[in-house]
């Protein structure tokens, strides 16, 4: 019995249907983690984009070396660190934030390089015209390039989104019940591994398959000239 | 006689061993219209980029409205201006490109728009309002909700023209207008910027190849090589007497060709 589910092991079938609850329990779990990580990849992305490019040293520097450390690690090594030292520091967060925080620490690494490219790939006479205009740094950045990079970055995002889903059992280190996670949990206690880990595999290529049809839906919706602001 | 509205006082300006401007001199008065013509590469592009303030000068000083548009005045000396200078000095000029450099994902009228609300601090609704007015006078109202890639070349330059125009600029720098259009198409953006040429206030400085408008709409042709404005005239004087043999062959060259 799991999330208060029982288990019906007279038949292989039987098995799969009566676990499906489960596992979905778990799938949830899986959905929850992999936005929210998203989420923090694209915010901390953005950031670190904007220090890189920052005109000072001082500020690019340290973002280039956070970013070329946080690639060159492991994911496991920033999960740990975040989930055994900040309590240290007296910052306690649930295991299933800090998970998604590592997430998407890891991946606003890679998610930064996408932005910049996609922002270097706006031409001079974009920012040219801006300056002529006179307006204030922010703005172009906000209403001149942002925009118009966004529909260029959707499907190298994408990719990401997918591989961030993939990385989520990872988080089961650290007591997160994904969907992994479940199975073997299920698979411990029943001894049959094999019929929650195809399970597992199959759940996985539909959520991938799905996030990619929504990503590339994304794609073909947006405008190619930016974000349009009436 | 009123002061120039703009000056360059032996302005160089050089990429590596390249001398783009070879301590330039030249005036522009408050309300004259003057056309820069002259062979590739001589600095015409250069001389508005650098009154836009996007290209740095090397070496002398540009005075715009009296003021030093590169410099600040600090314990008497000259040095280099910071960002909040130049954004001052900015409100003054407004710059039509080539290539219209339009926002590609603003309407028509946010195009225009944007600046006035952004940089003046006007309403949205008046700054739509002023686009309105713009967008009438380049003959362009019933386009405002469109975007730049479902106009014409022709009409997206009356839409850059009409962006510059709505921050109120004391002067206006066309930086070779048609170039980038069909030739149907030229006829309707020079007419947009011969009416302008007609308002006694502003200040029209002007890169062209478009000798015979050039022609009607100037009250002074400067003709630029190498860097330096080698000989200046009446459209009169430059087009049927010009004085130098440099000019001559430029003239023979591009009204041949
Ligand atoms: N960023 C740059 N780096 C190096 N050289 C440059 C750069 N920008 C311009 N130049 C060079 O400076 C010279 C003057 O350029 P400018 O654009 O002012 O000429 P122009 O008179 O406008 O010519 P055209 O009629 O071709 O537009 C050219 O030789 C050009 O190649
Ligand atoms: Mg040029």
Redo the contacts with the bound molecule.
């Keep these: 019995m799991l999330f208060g589910f029982e288990w019906d092991t007279s038949s292989e079938l039987a098995f799969a249907w009566s676990i499906l609850p489960i596992l979905l329990i778990g799938l949830w779990v899986t959905v929850q983690a992999t936005v929210l990580g998203f989420v923090v990849a694209l915010v901390l992305g953005l950031i670190l984009a904007v220090l890189k490019g920052a005109p000072s040293r001082l500020i690019s520097w340290p973002a280039n070396v956070l970013c070329e450390f946080i690639r060159d690690t492991p994911l496991l090594i920033q999960l740990f660190f975040l989930y055994y030292v900040l309590p240290e520091y007296g910052l306690v967060l649930p295991a299933f934030m800090t998970g998604a925080l590592a997430l998407g620490l890891q991946y606003s690494a890679y998610t930064s390089e996408v932005y910049r490219a996609g922002l270097q790939a706006i031409g001079r006479d974009q920012r040219e015209a801006a300056r002529a205009l006179n307006f204030p740094s922010a703005h172009t950045f906000t209403h001149v390039l942002l925009p118009q990079a966004i529909p260029r970055i959707i499907p190298a995002m994408g990719n990401y989104l997918v591989s961030i889903m993939k990385d989520v059992p990872v988080l089961s280190v650290v007591t997160v019940l994904e969907m992994l996670n479940v199975a073997k949990i299920i698979g411990d206690r029943t001894f049959d591994y094999m019929v929650p880990l195809s399970m597992v595999g199959g759940l996985y290529l539909i959520m991938t398959l799905v996030a990619s049809a929504g990503v590339r839906l994304l794609d073909t919706r947006l405008p190619k000239q930016g974000l349009p602001l009436k | 006689m009123t002061d120039p509205i703009i000056k360059f006082d032996k302005v160089g300006k050089s ?2 061993s ?1 001398k ?1 401007l070879d301590g330039l001199d030249f005036e522009v008065k408050r309300g004259e219209k003057v056309t820069i013509i ?10 508005l ?1 650098v009154l836009m303030t996007l ?1 740095t000068i090397n070496d002398g000083v540009v005075y715009v409205g009296n003021e030093p548009l590169w410099h600040e005045q600090r314990n008497g000396t000259l040095v280099p201006a910071g960002e909040e200078h130049l954004r001052k000095m900015r409100r003054q000029l407004g710059m039509v490109f080539q290539q219209f450099n339009l926002f590609p994902h603003m309407t028509v009228r946010r195009n225009i728009a944007e600046a006035p609300v952004k940089v003046l601090g006007l309403s949205r609704q008046d700054a739509n309002q002023r686009a309105d007015e713009l967008l009438e006078m380049v003959g362009l109202a019933d386009q405002a909700h469109k975007y730049p890639h479902q106009l014409s070349g022709g009409q997206q330059q009356r839409v850059g023209i009409a962006r510059a125009l709505a921050m109120r600029p004391k002067v206006m720098l066309f ?2 207008p048609t170039s980038a259009l069909d030739p149907e198409l030229v006829g309707e953006v020079l007419n947009v910027i011969a009416r302008l040429a007609s308002e006694h206030d502003l200040t029209m400085l002007l ?1 062209t ?1 478009e000798m015979r408008f050039a022609r009607e709409v100037s009250d002074r042709v400067c003709f ?1 090589d190498k ?1 330096q404005m080698k000989e200046q005239g009446t459209p009169d004087e430059l087009f049927t007497a010009p004085k130098e043999q440099r000019t001559r062959d430029f003239l023979k060259a591009v009204l041949n060709g």
């Design positions: 990429y590596g390249l783009v002259g062979p590739s590469g001589s600095g015409k592009s250069t001389v980029r290209e930086d070779e890169v190849h630029f860097g």
